[in-house]
């Protein structure tokens, strides 16, 4: 967040919380693949070691390893599909200015809007993975939208500043966020 002057609050788009995710699921996917990989030595081991008796009755052995391997495999895939999601919100993350806020109206996503062109702005739940998102709805009923995690703003120091620089005709409704 810059303050170019007092007449404008400048947010540049900021890649680090989408950047943090990736990482997180990075994390999680070598976790993942290591207990994996111990389950199998593990069940492995148990085969080996109690092959007689556990071939006296396959069906449940078979059954047992299949549950264990199945819920260690779903967890892989899940935490992949994840990570998955989390690349692609952090190669969609802008560049350049993502807010600018001014007595003249509010720029989101390069689109201008002035105040008297501003039908509301606020909070949505957005998508997964990227969470909340920065919504301007403007009276002809386009919209555009910046996922909140990419600016590095509070919600609540935005939420005053847009009082103040239109003059308390507008807010950011910050319902979504409430739990």
Same mark, same amino acid.
């Given at each position: ?39 199998? %030595? ?5 085969? %080996? ?8 009755? @396959?069906? @449940? ?8 391997? +199945?819920? !260690?495999?779903?967890?892989?895939? $899940?935490? *992949? ?19 600018? %806020?001014?007595?003249? !109206?509010?720029?989101?996503? $390069? ?6 062109? *501003? ?11 990227? $969470? @909340?998102? +920065? ?24 939420? $005053? ?19």
């Amino acid at each position: 967040m810059s303050q170019q002057d007092s007449e404008e609050l400048v947010v540049p788009y900021d890649a680090q919380a989408a950047q943090d995710r990736v990482q997180r699921w990075q994390r999680m996917v070598r976790s993942r693949l290591i207990s994996l990989g111990l389950s199998v %030595v593990l069940l492995i081991v148990i085969f %080996v070691w109690q092959r007689d008796r556990l071939m006296a009755n @396959p069906g @449940p052995t078979f059954a047992v390893y299949g549950v264990v391997l +199945l819920i !260690g495999i779903g967890w892989l895939v $899940g935490t *992949l599909i994840a990570l998955r999601a989390a690349r692609r919100a952090a190669a969609g993350v802008g560049s350049g200015v993502a807010l600018r %806020v001014n007595r003249r !109206g509010v720029e989101i996503a $390069g689109q201008q809007v002035g105040w008297h062109q *501003l039908a509301s702005l606020g909070t949505t739940k957005g998508s997964w993975p990227v $969470g @909340p998102e +920065l919504r301007v709805r403007r009276n002809d009923g386009a919209e555009v939208a910046v996922p909140l995690e990419q600016l590095a703003i509070r919600p609540a120091t935005l939420d $005053g500043t847009v009082r103040a620089y239109s003059g308390g005709r507008f807010g950011v409704d910050l319902e979504a966020l409430d739990i």
